[in-house]
């Protein structure tokens, strides 16, 4: 089970359920765009149980990725090489 594509079809069906019936009392044509909405998260849902979680992408061993162009770097560049912008600590 793909757990992130279950909740954030869950997220899109509640949100599009959520413009329907927002037209039912406001009658502006919302429901129109609600409805594909409502579909695709519920379609997510589905397919989420049927998929399997991916694997989590990690850098290599003494490498990181830069924060900015998300190219792998040595762990301790100041700077990264690709995009030559400067690279932060978790904590900043």
Known sequence: ????LVVSGG???IFGGFL???DLYVPLGVSIFGL?????GGI???LGFFREEP????????KKFCWYC?????????NCPECSLPQHT???
């Open 44 to 46: 997510m849902v589905v």
């Open 11 to 13: 997220i899109l069906a």
């Open 36 to 40: 594909p909405i409502c579909i695709v």
């Open 90 to 92: 978790p904590q900043d």
């Open 1 to 4: 089970m793909y757990r992130g």
């Open 55 to 62: 694997e989590p992408i990690e850098a290599e061993e003494g």
């Open 20 to 22: 329907v019936l927002t």
């Open 70 to 78: 998300m190219k792998q770097i040595p762990r301790n560049a100041g």
